[in-house]
């Protein structure tokens, strides 16, 4: 099936510390860095471990539940590119066994169905460039 | 409530303030932003009483775009001993200028320290649009995250869901504010006044900010000078004194709305600032029960009520009812709120103009002035100043 794409935004402009992250992205691999030394996850890439200070980095892939930790509904579009997608969501989606949290939206769901503390799923769509996005999905498989 | 002269000599206090024209974005046309940067010091020098060749220092916030060289050429400032940049986003750094301004006369860094913000959203960038954060290229551009609005609705999204905030407490904000402003004459909605109905009517800007939840777009500048009591004593009056200020810099500072998103929840759904207040008001040596007016960074409605609870005027998540009941309102609150009209009403000058408006009061000459005021609390998420007579 070809699906349009939920955004005519800007591919990711990645460098440093974030290119690994859109590097795994590219291979539809959603992955976060983990501290080497003391396990500790962490989003957005960061040189080193806030809580141990190492900078030991492990990539490991997103586990457990994604949930919607909170969100906004876009009416009022920052661009004339964006004009005719409004209303569309941006998420802050939680994966709470990790502890990290990763902006995106929820491409299946109207606004009225959006509720904080649902679960979502991963789901991946190509971006400008044709980089996959991480998004989400929330309505029954 | 303060200290004695002889005691608060080497205390930093506010001798002058300054201010162009506030108008629309769009509304100047005919100079740019450092000409208004230089009017509004000009402004503030002479209601101090002070020439503007005594100003050896300059302090802003937000990459103002008049930086140091040039506001010392175009100004003749014979030395300058002292210029600051506060970090943080966008006006998060507003009161960390002051801050800065009150270190440097304290330590004897400088002597008189001009604080100043000019803004010209009619010609250069709009705030509303497009707005460059550290990780917004990476991993908030491709979600379409891309201006400040955008960035900060989710955290009130999540305090107004966690919370029950309803969204009559929330017009209570927008409407006393711009109450206020119909007595402002230099208050850019002065002559629209605002129901109840016509807020809840509103078109949605991104939820759960309506229009009237969302700050202005203006052209203008405003200044503060800053000095020690010792030196104020010479000068024509109307000092007032900084009892604390200071900048934020809790867990999360950094990934909260302008960031990642990763602020530890309870901090991310206060918006920030309570280790904050609890640091301002210990170095103060007061409380929020002995605050007579608060001039509250109102960038969006929603903010306020966040900051009341963060600096202890009412607890977690009571914010609503505390607007609701009236607190805010001028004349007859416990705690009338940017009296001036704050950025909803009077003009969005990036935090600095509610400071100017805290003097006022504290002079007594608001056009809603508070009677007797004697402590003002300037305030936002990331910086925060306390004022007194």
Redesign the interface.
């Known amino acids: 099936m070809t699906m349009s794409r939920y955004?005519p935004?800007?591919?990711?402009?990645?460098?440093h510390d974030?290119a690994e992250?859109?590097s795994w992205c590219r291979r539809r691999e959603l992955r976060f860095q983990k501290c080497g030394a003391c396990g500790r996850h962490?989003?957005?890439p960061a040189p080193f471990c806030p809580r141990c200070q190492s900078d030991r980095i492990e990539w490991v892939p997103a586990a457990g539940d994604a949930h919607l930790?909170?969100?906004?509904?876009?009416?009022?579009a920052?661009?004339a590119a964006?004009r005719p997608?409004v209303?569309?969501n941006?998420a802050?989606v939680e994966y709470a066994a990790l502890g990290?949290?990763?902006?995106?939206?929820v491409i299946d769901l109207a606004?009225a169905d959006l509720r904080?503390g649902m679960k979502l799923r991963l789901v991946w769509q190509d971006?400008e460039d044709g980089t996959p996005?991480p998004l989400f999905e929330g309505g029954e498989a | 409530m303060v200290s004695n002269a002889t005691a608060r000599g080497s205390q930093a206090c506010i001798v002058g303030i300054g201010e162009t024209e506030y108008t629309a974005r769009g509304g100047i046309r005919d100079r740019g932003e450092l000409a208004l940067a230089c009017e509004a010091v000009l402004k503030a020098a002479a209601d101090a009483g002070l020439s503007v060749s005594d100003i050896d220092g300059l302090a802003s916030f937000a990459n103002d775009a008049s930086v140091p060289w040039l506001m010392q050429e175009a100004l003749g400032l014979p030395e300058l001993r002292f210029a600051s940049m506060a970090w943080g986003g966008g006006g998060g750094g507003c009161y960390a200028a002051i801050a800065h301004a009150a270190s440097a006369v304290e330590s004897g860094a400088a002597s008189h320290v001009a604080v100043f913000r000019s803004l010209c959203q009619g010609q250069g960038r709009r705030y509303?649009?497009?707005y460059d954060v550290p990780?917004g290229?990476?991993?908030?551009?491709?979600?379409?995250?891309?201006?400040p609005?955008?960035m900060l609705?989710?955290?009130a999204?999540?305090y107004k869901?966690d919370y029950g905030v309803r969204d009559v407490q929330v017009a209570g904000v927008a409407l006393a504010f711009r109450d206020n402003a119909s007595r402002n004459p230099r208050a850019v909605f002065r002559d629209r006044p605002l129901t109840l109905d016509k807020y809840l009517e509103s078109?949605?800007?991104?939820?759960?900010f309506r229009l009237y939840d969302c700050c202005q777009e203006n052209d203008g500048a405003c200044a503060l000078i800053v000095t020690t009591h010792e030196r104020a004593r010479d000068l024509q009056g109307g000092a007032v004194s900084i009892l604390a200020a200071g900048q934020g810099a809790e867990p999360g500072w950094g990934s909260g709305g302008l960031g990642?998103?990763?602020m530890p929840?309870d901090d991310?759904r206060s918006g920030g600032g309570r280790h904050l207040a609890q640091r301002l008001y210990g170095k103060a040596g007061i409380g929020p029960g002995d605050v007579d007016t608060a001039q509250i960074y109102d960038h969006f409605a929603h903010f306020v009520l966040m900051n009341l609870e963060a600096f202890g005027f009412c607890g977690r998540g009571e914010a609503g009812g505390f607007v609701e009941d009236g607190h805010i309102a001028w004349p007859g609150g416990s705690l009338p709120l940017n009296t001036a009209g704050g950025h909803l009403s009077e003009a969005y000058i990036h935090g600095l103009n509610l400071a100017v408006e805290g003097v006022r009061q504290l002079r007594g000459v608001s056009t809603s002035q508070v009677k007797d005021a004697e402590v003002c609390l300037l305030a936002n998420s990331a910086s925060a100043a306390i004022l007194a007579r």
């Open positions: 955004l935004t800007p591919a990711p402009l990645a460098t974030a992250f859109w962490r989003h957005p930790f909170s969100y906004t509904v876009v009416h009022h920052v661009s964006l997608y209303p569309y941006i802050i990290v949290r990763l902006v995106s939206n606004p904080i971006g996005l | 509303g649009q497009g990780h290229p990476a991993f908030l551009d491709p979600f379409g995250m891309m201006s609005p955008l609705a989710p955290l999204q999540r869901h078109r949605l800007i991104t939820e759960p990642s998103h990763n929840a991310y």
